[in-house]
């Protein structure tokens, strides 16, 4: 069956560390998604791309960064972590037009 | 802009009970409406959702309408279960359907 894996599931770093999730999905879809998931925010979109080599800032973009190079992954980078990056992460996946998306487990990161 | 506004929970119920989870939304031209769920400790997934003004999503025992006189989209159900504890996101996919627009989210607790 296709799925959409992210790993590590759990991850705990320093301040100041480079880290990175990662997010692989054998749906085929085009479109993938990051988002953070916080108490009170409930999800806000990080990173998104639309294909290949397409990657588009969300509305909380500031301290991420993602890369595009094949269909099936789309991995966030957190360049210098910082405290207030401590979240739960999801990655998710769809086709184009239908809207459904198709949500990893999710990574909580901690940064200490 | 486009904006889901979901009512705030927590909902707490006994089991067998009616529920009704409030969502109304703004938004320019014909955007699908869909309801999300997120048990503990896993992704979210889709429940239902509904393309046009007055279609009905169903699933599991929930229903929603799309109410465009009322700018509404409530989640229903008749009789909830324990096994129904979980986040139900409320959203909102603007015309190419590829980004979504999400209401805070509203936790469910049904007791025994």
């Known amino acids: 069956d296709a799925e959409i894996t992210q790993s590590p599931r759990h991850k705990i770093t320093e301040t100041g560390r480079q880290v990175t999730l990662a997010c692989h999905q054998t749906w085929n879809h085009n479109n993938m998604f990051w988002y953070r998931q916080d108490l009170g925010h409930g999800l806000r979109l990080i990173h998104y791309s639309y294909g290949v080599h397409d990657t588009n800032k969300g509305e909380v973009s500031d301290g991420y960064s993602v890369s595009r190079s094949n269909t099936e992954d789309l991995p966030l980078t957190l360049e210098s972590a910082a405290s207030s990056q401590t979240s739960v992460y999801f990655c998710?996946?769809?086709?184009?037009?239908?809207?459904?998306?198709?949500f990893g487990e999710g990574s909580r990161l901690t940064v200490l | 802009g486009n904006s889901v506004t979901q009512m705030e929970g927590p909902v707490t119920l006994s089991e067998e009970a009616f529920l009704t989870i409030n969502c109304t939304y703004t938004?320019?031209?014909?955007?699908?409406l869909f309801w999300y769920v997120q048990y503990p400790g896993e992704g979210l997934q889709l429940l239902l959702k509904?393309?046009?003004a007055d279609d009905k999503g169903s699933n599991k025992g929930f229903e929603a309408t799309y109410r465009k006189e009322t700018t509404s989209f409530h989640l229903e159900k008749g009789s909830v279960q324990v096994s129904d504890s979980a986040v139900y996101f409320c959203a909102l996919g603007p015309g190419n359907n590829r980004k979504l627009i999400w209401g805070l989210g509203t936790s469910l607790a049904v007791n025994p």
């Open positions: 938004a320019t031209g014909y955007p699908s």
């Open positions: 998710a996946s769809s086709t184009s037009g239908t809207g459904e998306l198709f």
């Open positions: 509904a393309t046009k």
